[in-house]
């Protein structure tokens, strides 16, 4: 088990940027890929990007590429989502999360199985 934990996150005017940071903690992180999702209240949790156990890979939703970059740091222990070019669509808890199983990268929720508590972006128009 990883415990994770989400930071950065806050109110932003539509057009700017964040940068929301995911400490891990627990578990081999550079063996392990990561992924960002977020929740919009009474929305499903969906995918937002991923990147590979050794961050060669990135994955990204349509609805973010171009405007989002993932990169992670296993030396810190950190996942990173620099968030450019933010829209009010965008607003939503954002988490970060690791798979049960190393060298793996998914890009569904349901195969992934330790979370952050989330922190809240909020775009406003």
């Known amino acids: 088990q990883v415990q994770l934990v989400e930071s950065g996150g806050g109110l932003v005017q539509a057009g700017g940027s964040l940068r929301l940071v995911c400490a891990a903690s627990?578990?081999?992180?550079?063996?392990?890929?990561m992924g960002w999702f977020r929740q919009a209240p009474g929305k499903e949790r969906e995918f937002v990007s991923a990147?590979?156990?050794?961050?060669?890979?990135?994955y990204y939703a349509d609805s973010v590429k171009g405007r989002f970059t993932i990169s992670r740091d296993n030396d810190k222990n950190t996942v990173n989502l620099e968030m450019n070019s933010l829209k009010p669509e965008d607003t939503a808890v954002y988490y970060c999360a690791e798979p049960q199983r190393p060298y793996y990268t998914p890009i569904v929720v349901e195969d992934y199985t330790s979370w952050g508590l989330g922190t809240q972006v909020t775009v406003s128009s």
């Open positions: 627990g578990r081999t992180f550079s063996s392990y890929g």
């Open positions: 990147i590979s156990w050794g961050g060669s890979k990135t």
